[in-house]
């Protein structure tokens, strides 16, 4: 499999015919995944339209809100779920915060530039090669 920097050589050198073919290729490879996601996706729905639901009679339509809290603090997997669900978050924040400087710093490129240049698909349709070091002018 080419790296970035050899799609992005491929590209340049690429006629417009070469160039769509190549994005094509690399689209192609993303594509089944998402499709398969999706499909499961539908039939989670189905089984969710079609499954019996109980019919729940409601006596008491007032919610008291210290009972609740007190029953959901006294079960142990819905404590454990929320403090899971606190440190995914936290890490998520910490691995894109760094993200967010260690891909710009590894192409050579400003912050606000990356948005713009890292886009693949987008830079292989570009008619004019995109060069991500600054140039000697």
Request: aromatic letters at 10%; glycine letters at 2%.
């Amino acid at each position: 499999m080419p790296s970035f920097e050899n799609l992005e050589v491929l590209a340049a050198d690429a006629t417009e015919q070469q160039a769509q073919q190549l994005m094509e290729q690399q689209l192609t490879k993303v594509i089944t995944p998402y499709l398969i996601v999706g499909l499961i996706l539908v039939a989670v729905w189905i089984l969710t339209a079609t499954t019996k639901m109980p019919f729940v009679i409601e006596s008491d339509r007032n919610v008291n809100f210290a009972a609740t809290t007190r029953r959901l603090v006294r079960n142990p997997n819905y404590v454990f779920a929320v403090i899971a669900q606190f440190f995914y978050v936290g890490a998520q924040i910490s691995v894109w915060t760094c993200t967010v400087f260690y891909i710009p710093d590894q192409l050579g490129i400003s912050g606000s530039e990356a948005p713009r240049s890292c886009h693949l698909p987008a830079r292989l349709n570009c008619r004019k090669p995109i060069t991500l070091a600054p140039s000697d002018q």
